[in-house]
């Protein structure tokens, strides 16, 4: 049955959520920094609010989705200070350190913080596509189960408080070898006079097929990339994150580190506002 949520922060992934739930029967209250953003929630059926504490005052359960660090410990802060308990299920993808620091504010103001990492791009949750990693209270992960099905196709509890995160690093890691796997491959069917869009439909269906070809390789065939699910920018944190996880455990990921140089080219070329898929073009300059 659905209920009342709120929602901070209303980018691509936090505006998707909000319109999914609203569609699906939630009572969403949220905000924004961007008035152009409240717009749209309200707009969706929902009900944008001036700030934090009005959003707060309204949803026993707020969802959080954060571009950078500071901004998710500005909004922990701000939901420190309004009356506990509230359940924070924290989304964004950011680097484990500032996870926990935002759950020790939390936690002592009497608020419960999930750590529930998303799996998935902005076109993935316009159409209900992500997978969530849930870590934290195990009483609270389960009660968040019917919110958490009606934006995303699975979730799971992954256990301890920042697990999410650990598994969204491992998952992103993925991601980034994939994409750059993807446009190698689209790059030598190019180059062996093969049509890429035969390519796309027959390679995608094989023992080679990941998710990341799938989404990606079709705008490499077409060499657009945009509208972007992920830009280039923004993937950078991402992989500056695991790569400074990574070295933090001491481990070598050499995979991981050759694909780093491909994303930093594409950067350096200007299609930083692109979609990843966009490192084909880089491979395909030589």
């Known amino acids: 049955m659905a209920g009342t949520v709120g929602i901070i922060g209303l980018g691509i992934m936090g505006g998707a959520i ?3 739930l609203t569609e ?4 969403v209250y ?3 920094i961007d008035p152009s953003k409240r717009d749209a929630l309200d707009r969706a059926g929902g009900t944008a609010c001036a700030d934090i504490a009005a959003v707060c005052s309204a949803a026993p359960v707020v969802l959080t989705s954060l571009p950078s660090p500071g901004a998710l410990a500005a909004v922990a802060a701000a939901i420190a200070a309004t ?5 924070v299920v924290e989304t964004s993808t950011m680097a484990l350190a500032d996870k926990l620091a935002a759950e020790a504010v939390l936690s002592q103001a009497g608020h419960t913080a999930l750590d529930c990492t998303l799996s998935g791009t902005g076109a993935q949750a ?3 596509d992500l997978v969530i990693y849930a870590s934290g209270d195990t009483a609270a992960i389960a009660a968040q189960m019917p919110l958490f099905g009606d934006f995303a196709r699975a979730a799971h509890d992954i256990g ?3 697990n999410g995160t650990r598994m969204k690093l491992v998952a992103n890691l993925l991601v980034a070898i994939h994409n750059v796997a993807a446009a190698e491959a689209m790059v030598l069917a190019n180059a062996a006079g093969l049509d890429p869009d035969l390519v796309v439909k027959i390679a995608g269906s094989g023992a080679g097929a990941s998710r990341m070809f799938d ?3 079709p705008m490499m065939a077409a060499r657009s990339y945009l509208p972007a699910t992920m830009r280039v920018s923004m993937w950078q944190k991402d ?3 695991i790569g400074a996880y990574a070295r933090e455990l001491g481990v070598s990921l050499p995979l991981f580190e050759a694909s780093g140089p491909i994303y930093t080219r594409a950067m350096d070329a200007g299609l930083g506002d692109q979609d990843t898929a966009a490192v084909f073009a880089v491979l395909e300059r030589g």
């Not at 699906?24 to 009572?27: A, L, P, S, Y």
């Open 83 to 87: 009356p506990a308990p509230r359940v």
């Open 24 to 27: 699906r029967g939630w009572t």
């Open 30 to 32: 949220g905000t924004d």
């Open 18 to 20: 909000a319109a999914n």
């Open 215 to 217: 989404m990606r390789a």
């Open 239 to 241: 992989m500056d994150i």
């Open 126 to 128: 316009v159409n209900r």
């Open 160 to 162: 301890a408080f920042g």
